[in-house]
C-alpha cells in the first residue's frame, strides 16, 4: 500500500480554513452542469519536500495556485491525476465507489514520476472529510455525481531535468451531471493506425497528464469528420487498445452457443480502469460466457462483424460508466456495430448493476460510505 520510505501526511494533522459563509457560491442546477467547469467551495492542499518530507493537509477555500514560472510541472509536464466519483444514495447516504484502487494507481504513477508517495488510507479520510465539508454539491438527483480529481505536480523552482524534490498535491470537486440525459445514444470513433496513445516500455499504465495532451489533437480530427472518439490502436496487426480516455470491451458471438466478452490486458499499454476491473468481476461472478483479457485486432473485429457476431463493443470508465459503440471508421470502412440494438444488451446491464452499487440500491463491499 504505502510505498516509499518517506513517512505519510496523516489525515489526523488536518487544518481546514472554511469559505466564510458571504463567499459560499450558488450551486447550478443540474440540467446546466457541463463536465468539469463548475468547481465546489473547498478545495484539499498537501505540500511535499525532500528536506522535511509531507506537510500537514490544509483543506481551504478554492484558490488559484501560485507557482514559480520555473516549476517542473509547466516545464517537463512532472503531473498525474485521477478521477473518481461520490454519489448521493437513494438512502441519502453519500458513497465512494472503490476508492482504494484509485489510490492505489495514484501511488503507482506518483512513483513512475518521481512524485512522493503516500499512505492510501490517509487521503481517503481526508476526501471524506472535504466531500462532507461540500455535502451540499453533491448532486441529489440520481444519475449525477461528485467527480473528485486527486493531483500532483512537481513545484521545485529550477529548470534542471532531474526529479522535483518539491511538490504538491492537490484535490478539487465537481458536481457533473448525467453522461447520458436520454438514453444512450451509441459513439461513433475514428480507428487511425498512425497514430497510437502508448507503447511497450512507455507509461500508458500510468494516470499521468502527459499521456492526455498529445491525444486532444487528434479527439480534434475525429470531431472534424463528425466522429465522436478515437479509438486508439497499436502495432502492424492494428490491436484495439482504449477508446478515448476509457478502457475497450468487445462482446463477441463464437458460435454454437458460446459467448465472449474480450478486453486487452494489462501489458503495459492499458490504463487499468476501476470500471474495467469491475466489469470483469461481475461478469466473472455470473458465469455467462467467457471473459478473456487477451489481444484483439482490427482484423478480427472485421471477421466477427462479416460473420454476423459482433454483438456489443463499449467503452468503460468512470465518467459514464459504459459507452455503447455504434461504428468504427477504419481504413476507408465503416464497420456498424449494434450494441444497444439486441434485447436486454449486456452494455445496459453492466450500466445498471454498477449504478445500483454506486446510488446503494444494492449493498456492496465496492462501497465507502464518507
Ligand atoms: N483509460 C484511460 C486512458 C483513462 O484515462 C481512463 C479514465 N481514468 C480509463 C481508461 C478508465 O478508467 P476508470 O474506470 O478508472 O475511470
Redesign the pocket.
Known amino acids: 500500500r504505502f510505498m516509499s520510505s518517506v513517512p505519510s501526511f496523516k489525515a489526523s494533522d488536518l487544518h481546514i480554513d472554511f469559505c466564510p459563509p458571504e463567499q459560499l457560491k450558488s450551486k447550478p442546477a443540474v440540467k446546466d452542469l457541463v463536465f468539469g467547469r463548475n468547481f465546489t467551495d473547498h478545495m484539499l492542499k498537501i505540500y511535499y519536500n525532500d528536506q522535511s518530507g509531507w506537510g500537514k493537509p490544509r483543506i481551504t477555500p478554492l484558490q488559484d495556485l501560485r507557482l514559480h514560472p520555473a516549476a517542473k510541472v509547466l516545464h517537463y509536464a512532472v503531473e498525474l491525476f485521477e478521477?473518481m466519483k461520490a454519489f448521493r444514495g437513494v438512502d441519502d447516504e453519500i458513497r465512494l465507489f472503490r476508492p482504494g484502487k484509485n489510490m492505489e494507481r495514484m501511488n503507482r504513477t506518483a512513483a513512475r514520476s518521481s512524485l512522493p508517495t503516500f499512505d492510501s488510507e490517509e487521503l481517503i479520510k481526508l476526501l471524506k472529510k472535504i466531500i462532507s465539508i461540500d455535502q451540499e454539491w453533491v448532486p441529489h438527483t440520481e444519475s449525477s455525481s461528485l467527480y473528485i480529481r486527486p493531483t500532483m505536480i512537481g513545484t521545485e523552482p529550477t529548470l534542471g531535468v532531474q526529479r522535483p524534490t518539491e511538490a504538491l498535491l492537490f484535490v478539487i470537486l465537481c458536481p457533473v451531471g448525467p453522461y447520458f440525459a436520454s438514453g444512450f445514444k451509441p459513439v461513433s470513433l475514428l480507428a487511425d493506425p498512425q497514430y497510437v496513445r502508448a507503447w511497450p516500455g512507455g507509461v500508458g499504465m500510468m494516470?499521468m497528464g502527459s499521456n492526455y495532451g498529445p491525444t486532444l489533437e487528434i479527439q480534434k480530427q475525429a470531431e472534424a469528420r463528425s466522429l465522436h472518439q478515437v479509438l486508439w490502436l497499436f502495432g502492424p496487426e492494428h490491436r484495439i487498445t482504449?477508446v478515448g480516455?476509457?478502457?475497450i470491451m468487445v462482446f463477441l458471438d463464437k458460435g454454437n452457443g458460446e459467448r465472449e466478452l474480450v478486453t486487452p490486458p494489462l501489458d503495459g499499454l492499458i490504463?487499468p480502469?476501476?470500471?474495467?476491473d469491475s466489469i470483469l468481476s461481475l461478469a466473472r461472478q455470473w458465469k455467462e460466457f467467457t471473459v478473456s483479457e487477451r489481444d484483439i485486432t482490427m482484423a478480427e473485429i472485421v471477421q466477427a462483424k462479416s460473420e454476423g457476431k459482433l454483438l456489443e463493443m463499449f467503452g468503460?470508465?468512470?465518467a459514464a460508466v459504459v459507452t455503447p459503440v455504434g461504428e468504427i471508421h477504419y481504413e476507408g470502412q465503416v464497420i456498424k456495430i449494434p450494441t444497444m440494438e439486441h434485447e436486454n444488451p449486456l452494455t445496459q446491464r453492466f450500466f445498471d448493476a454498477i449504478k445500483d452499487i454506486q446510488y446503494g440500491r444494492v449493498k456492496s463491499e465496492w462501497t465507502v460510505p464518507i
Open positions: 478521477g494516470k482504449e480516455a476509457m478502457n490504463l480502469g476501476v470500471t474495467r468503460a470508465g468512470t
